[in-house]
């Protein structure tokens, strides 16, 4: 039986930090179970007595103290979320006062400013990402592709759809994504639409299992689906990318995080943090 | 002149989380100007070679010593990163020993797989989320309706698509969305292909000014951007959801991430964390 433990991503925002803070840490032991809540918008005494309330049932019912992963500004609240029965750890404690000490400056403690709405600007400039990709995805429009940072091309359902959301929707980079289909593979060449901004192209291809699998879950038993067609056009795609030069990532062991951390990287773009 | 420094982010992985802390911290620090250089996939003794050349680098060029925020797990390479010319956060060295002896047991030392590909279900279903809430994107298709776990409402460009896409992309949360159109109101009922699902519908409404500026930005000067449409149609909408007791949250100074937060909080959602 596994080793469980209950998890409290703890914030006075969205708690988004924390989660990702925490899950790092949480992957680096294994054999354990770990149920995660998270409790956002700890941002007054009863917001943080509810949550020590739940922490301590929690701790209670388990009979074993529960982690907490917090990050709270407050000072105050964040002590009193740390006198809950719990293993606490707190990251604004840890790192704010080297941060001060380094900088010579004072912390402004207001409550978390991250993951909140900033200014106008970068709101508008982040909407504006997510429309051009949502209007450019798998080729569906093509006037403005002079405007993409990036344009991915790739074998029907190779990633390319999650990957240009995650572009738009959490850099803040406008990316089209364009299909190459049997038709491009027979002519032997690029798709007259994308040919003049060749420099912008970032190829993604797939294992032909891992495609089929996809694809079976999406037409069950189609020809589009079977293990020739997925392996004849992924063949075809990477001979095609290849002869014309396209930087080429493999989509089947990268998560949607990692394929958008190393397009960036290789096209030297810098993402927006939101 | 503002206060300016260099922030590294550096990262065995994709740096999505030394990005989200390192942020967090940052923004608690009023009248610097933070220039900011992610340096991810630093999982070799040559590239924590390359990225200490380019923080020591920066530090001489600045003259002042950069600030880095760290998030590698194998020790020799983050010591490595340590004695580069900076003040440098590293977050595995401040939470990993206390976790180890909470849990009493080791750390893996593996390197990072927060953000990586974890097993095929996981993927396959933040997949499905993200062409769920593609395919009932603004009311475009209503049969499997059913199947949604949130579905917003309100006005044009009140903010649903960037929300549903959050939802579905960062959440794995199938979320549909529907619009609210003048003859919606005209004729005072809710459409009725959402009728039936009025326990999942949550609203969005949003200030008329800011409804006429986004308006504004995606047809300038039309009757659909004009300030006694959009007060009009806000108006109206707020009226209905309410008659219809539909929880409403208004997007005008909240960010895409706490109007999902909010959201999923509201109606008891756990969000997949990736």
């Known amino acids: 039986m596994p080793n469980r433990r209950a998890v409290f991503f703890v914030s006075d925002r969205t708690g988004i930090t924390a989660e990702a803070l925490g899950n790092s840490l949480l992957t680096q032991f294994d054999g354990f179970e770990f149920r995660k809540i998270t409790i956002p918008f700890v941002d007054s005494p009863e917001a943080a007595d509810r949550a020590i309330a739940q922490i301590n049932e929690s701790a209670e019912r388990d009979g074993k103290r529960p982690i907490v992963i917090s990050s709270i500004v407050d000072e105050k609240l964040s002590e009193r979320v740390r ?54 995805d798998d080729g569906q429009s093509t006037k403005e592709l002079h405007r993409a940072q990036v344009i991915l091309v790739g074998v029907s359902r190779c990633g390319k759809t999650p990957t240009s959301l995650y572009l738009g929707l959490q850099c803040g980079i406008r990316c089209a994504n364009f299909p190459l289909t049997p038709e491009d593979f027979e002519r032997g060449t690029l798709p007259d639409s994308i040919l003049p901004h060749r420099e912008k192209l970032f190829g993604l291809t797939i294992a032909s299992e891992r495609l ?14 079977s293990a020739t067609q997925c392996k004849r056009e992924v063949l075809a795609a990477e001979r095609l990318m290849e002869s014309a030069g396209i930087p080429m990532l493999n989509s089947s062991t990268k998560s949607i995080e990692e394929l958008a951390t190393t397009i960036l990287l290789q096209r030297n773009l810098d993402r927006h943090i939101f």
């Open 212 to 225: 089929q699998a996809i694809r079976q879950e999406r037409r069950p038993d189609s020809p589009y689906a």
């Open 83 to 136: 006198e809950s029965n719990a293993r606490v750890l707190d990251f604004f404690q840890a790192f704010i006062a080297p941060l001060e000490q380094e900088l010579s400056a004072k912390s402004s403690h207001a409550a978390g400013r991250s993951h909140g709405l900033r200014n106008s600007q970068e709101y508008f400039s982040r909407i504006e990402a997510i429309n051009f990709t949502l209007a450019h």
